[in-house]
């Protein structure tokens, strides 16, 4: 409880505006900069019991800042991909088709093995593109954890599709979102 107290009116006041100007800076909208800020500070309230003191508070919030803008323009890519994806996968030949097919049909399959706590994770942060900040506050554990449980998921993943000889193409981040999000793969 001692660490809630770093952060209080005060601090905010002080600190919101170098915030807002780093996110300005990044993002060139002054309402998009300020929902950044905002979802900072609302990040570290709710993390501010695992900050350890190593670094300024200010830095730490900048850190968090820094992750809010990236999941920004991470979030702004994925329309711009799928509709791109789409376009390729028409323009694929049939049997390129059919391992996209086939290897989302062994992941589907490969996630039912995988433990509840990286089933969930590598859904969360592959399928579902959250953050890693808010996987894991949505599953109660540590980011230190998260990234063991996605490392573990992903892995099994990744040998699952290689055990079944389906040519590995990018990472399997991008293959099991791909199996996801396909248009032609729904149904």
């Keep these: ?8 009116a005060t601090t905010i006041q002080e600190l919101s505006p170098g915030l807002f ?12 900069a300020e929902d950044l800020v905002q979802d900072t500070w609302i990040s570290a309230l709710k993390t501010v019991p695992s900050f350890e003191g190593r670094s300024s508070l200010r830095t730490w919030l900048v850190s968090i800042l820094r992750r809010r803008i990236a999941d920004r323009f991470r979030r702004e890519r994925p329309s711009e991909q799928l509709e791109e994806e789409k376009v390729a996968w028409e ?13 989302a049909d062994i992941a589907s399959r490969a996630m039912t093995e995988l433990s509840e706590l990286e089933r969930t994770a590598v859904t969360l942060c592959d399928v579902q593109d959250l953050d890693r900040d808010e996987a894991s506050a949505r599953m109660g554990v540590t980011r230190g954890h998260l990234r063991v449980l996605l490392h573990r998921g992903r ?13 590995a193409r990018g990472s399997v981040r991008e293959q099991t979102h791909a199996a996801t999000r396909h248009p032609q793969l729904e149904g």
């Excluded at 323009?91 to 290897?103: I, K, V």
């Excluded at 892995?155 to 040519?167: P, Q, T």
């Design 91 to 103: 323009q694929s030949p049939p049997e390129d088709r059919l391992d996209a097919y086939e290897a």
């Design 21 to 32: 100007a780093f996110a300005y800076r990044a993002v060139r909208q002054r309402e998009e």
């Design 155 to 167: 892995h099994k993943l990744e040998a699952a599709l290689l055990a079944s000889g389906v040519e």
């Design 1 to 8: 409880m001692a660490s809630m107290a770093i952060i209080n």
